[in-house]
C-alpha cells in the first residue's frame, strides 16, 4: 500500500521558518523524482519544487527561489521542504507527490498538510 505522510506544517509568523517532512512508503522511493505543491484557499493547486531521484538536481517555482530549499534522505524515504522568509501568501496546504517525470503525471499524492503565516 503506497503511502505519503507529510508533517511539520503549522502555524508561522512573517519571517520564520519551517521544515516539512514526507515519508514515503509502498514503493521504490529512490526509484521518483518528489515534488511538493501547494493550494492555497480558492486558488489552483501549484507546483513549488522538484528534486530527482538521486537528489542531484531540483527546480523552483520563481516565487520560492531563494527562500525554500527541497532535499530528500533516500535512506530515510523521505522528501523535506525547508521554507525560509515565510510569507502570508505562503498560507497553503502543502502536498508531497511522487512522479517518473519531470513535469510529468503525478503518480502518488500525500494527503497534505496546513501551512499558516499570520502574525
Known amino acids: 500500500q503506497v503511502q505519503l505522510v507529510e508533517s511539520g506544517g503549522g502555524l508561522v509568523q512573517p519571517g520564520g521558518s519551517l521544515r516539512l517532512s514526507c515519508v514515503a512508503s509502498g514503493f521504490t522511493f529512490s526509484g521518483y523524482l518528489m515534488k511538493w505543491y501547494r493550494q492555497a484557499p480558492g486558488k489552483e493547486r501549484e507546483l513549488v519544487a522538484i528534486?530527482?531521484?538521486?537528489?542531484?538536481?531540483?527546480t523552483y517555482a520563481d516565487s520560492m527561489k531563494g527562500r525554500f530549499t527541497i532535499s530528500r534522505d533516500n535512506a530515510k524515504n523521505t522528501v523535506y521542504l525547508q521554507m525560509n522568509s515565510l510569507k502570508p501568501e505562503d498560507t497553503a496546504v502543502y502536498y508531497c507527490?511522487?512522479?517518473?517525470?519531470?513535469?510529468?503525471?503525478?503518480?502518488?499524492w500525500g494527503q497534505g498538510t496546513q501551512v499558516t503565516v499570520s502574525s
Open positions: 507527490a511522487a512522479a517518473r517525470a519531470w513535469f510529468g503525471h503525478v503518480a502518488y
Open positions: 528534486i530527482s531521484a538521486i537528489g542531484g538536481s531540483t
